[in-house]
């Protein structure tokens, strides 16, 4: 399975989001995608408390380490790819996560205007 072109939402390089913890659908430090990621895991946070709360209180707990998916944990600072439609969920709550619009894979814009994800970029 092979990632989409690694464009970001301004139709440059995509940017690295974190290599600690190592992100991404393919645990390779990007929000690259393919068909098979339904979830859309492609926007580049950077995550909050408030977000974190409000992502466990909406039924995705991003803050348990989940070993058996090669998940840490997250804690407030950490960088992460996480699907555009939680995100966007966040958005509309109230709770976004900051995002790094260099390091957002194009794909997002399927599911998020790109005039939303700048009112909260923060690189």
Known sequence: ?????????????????????????????RCDTCASDTGCHT???????????????????????????QFPGLRPGDRWCVCASRWLEAADQGTPAPLILSATHERTLEIIPLERLREHATA
């Open 43 to 69: 926007v580049c946070v950077e995550v909050t408390a408030e977000f974190l709360a409000a992502s466990r209180a909406a039924g995705n707990d991003l803050s348990t380490p989940r070993p058996e998916y």
């Open 1 to 29: 399975m092979n990632p989409l072109p690694s464009r970001n939402v301004l139709g440059g390089p995509l940017r690295p989001c974190s290599e600690a913890p190592l992100t991404g659908y393919f645990r390779n430090g």
